[in-house]
């Protein structure tokens, strides 16, 4: 063993997991902190506000499920029809109003 650190597994999956990360508006939230340096609760209110449903709604699996469909947002499983891959990082970004590098490069690339 020994081999990397055992903490910053845990943190990069509390990240990804919290809010239950696709499952439901985590992701989307700790973006919103990550590029915009919002705290949680304002994070929370920006995403809702822009998904158009309740702050209490985003950690609502059966909910946000639906919405990240209708929207093209992605999800844990992938359906046919849906989005994939940076696909799915174009419409966040367009949805939330934020630059994310691998969709900026992408476009610089592809023209």
Known sequence: MGDGDPVGVAVTHAMASG???????????????????MK?????????NTLAVSV???AD??????VREDLRLGGVYQMEGQ????????????????????VKLFRQHVG
């Open 19 to 37: 809010m239950g990360g696709i499952r439901t508006s985590g992701d989307l939230v700790a973006r919103m902190q990550m590029t915009r340096g």
């Open 40 to 48: 949680i609760g304002e994070a929370k209110r920006f995403v809702a």
């Open 56 to 58: 209490d709604e985003l």
């Open 61 to 66: 699996e059966t909910m946000m499920r639906e």
């Open 83 to 102: 989005p994939k891959g940076i696909e799915i990082k174009h419409h966040i970004a367009e949805i939330l109003e934020i630059e994310i590098n691998s």
